[in-house]
């Protein structure tokens, strides 16, 4: 991992939960090919802190993958299982400054007090937005001794008093073909979002801003279905002090039926394409890119 600046570091960052389809390959050209364009760097992260889900073959065939379609990277890949310590710390930061509280909720818990009033609720880009506070330190206590599951939360009501002003005046840049535009973030949306558990000490939104940082990514560049994930990612930059990048959010490709493509649906997949006989070039030439 280089430590001198550069002015355009992207990453593509795929979870090993399944074969990478068409989708994936047109996120990681686009990535790709926007670093080439900014002489600038490249980086492959794994995201692989669901340790039920995550599937070494599954990581073997991204490498595989991405090596047929031309793209280089630099090395060592970071591997997000490998630095559970780092989040750990990042959470611990977190607790410091007061901004979690352990919330011993079951979902279905939550989405009977949500149905209970649903007139506070809104919905957010993972479901409904849920506030809550922590417990009675005593009662807390007791459901640690028993050895209750929890999930940290992160609170809203606390990041807005620990920003101050500042919280108001959170904003992400969002680049698009017809330049960039300052974007007022909400991280209020996701509600209290879960920020690590018990058992991972993590999530994907605290993992993925701490090596964001960590690894000097100047643009992150990801399909539109991550877009909302700005707002709440641009909050903890400002909590941990970490510098901002510009983001770029792409269309997500879908199939004949306009649905989009998916893991789980068993869309069409690079290695079956491979396999199929398929060429390279024409699987990047259907993406829309030149093989240059």
């Known amino acids: 991992m280089r430590n001198e600046p550069c002015k355009f570091t992207t990453r593509f960052a795929p979870s090993p939960t399944g074969l990478l389809h ?10 790709h090919r926007a670093a080439q364009d900014a002489n600038g760097r490249f980086l492959l992260r794994i995201e692989d802190i669901d340790q039920t889900r995550c599937k070494p073959e599954f990581e073997n065939a991204i490498y595989e993958d991405l090596s047929w379609l031309g793209l280089n990277w630099e090395t060592p890949v970071r591997r997000q299982s490998e630095h559970f310590h780092d989040y750990m710390s990042a959470l ?3 607790r410091k400054k007061n901004l979690v509280y352990r919330c011993f909720k079951t979902r279905k818990e939550i989405v009977d007090e949500i149905a209970r009033a649903p007139h506070l609720t809104a919905q957010g880009p993972e479901g409904p937005a849920y ?3 922590p417990l009675p330190a005593d009662e807390e206590r007791s459901l640690l001794d028993e050895g209750a599951p929890y999930a940290w939360r992160l609170s809203i009501s606390a990041a807005k008093d620990f920003l101050g002003d500042a919280y108001e005046d959170l904003c992400f840049i969002e680049e698009t073909p017809d330049g960039e535009r300052a974007i007022k973030a909400d991280p209020s949306l996701f509600g209290d979002v879960v920020i ?9 939104h605290l993992a993925s801003v701490h090596d964001d940082a960590l690894q000097g990514v100047t643009h992150v560049i ?8 700005a707002h709440l990612h641009r909050l903890l930059q400002a909590i941990f002090d970490y510098p901002a ?4 959010h792409h269309r997500l490709l ?5 649905r989009r493509l998916a893991k789980r649906d068993k869309a069409a997949t690079l290695k079956a394409l491979r396999e199929s006989g398929a060429e390279a070039r024409d699987v990047i030439a259907r993406l829309g890119f030149s093989d240059a």
């Open 254 to 258: 879908t199939d004949a039926s306009g």
């Open 222 to 229: 990801r399909g539109e279905d991550l877009y909302h994930a």
């Open 92 to 94: 611990d930061i977190l």
């Open 131 to 133: 506030f809550g506070a």
């Open 196 to 204: 690590a558990r018990k058992d991972s000490g993590t999530s994907y």
């Open 245 to 248: 990048p510009t983001y770029r």
């Open 22 to 31: 068409l989708g994936h390959a047109y996120s990681a050209l686009l990535a």
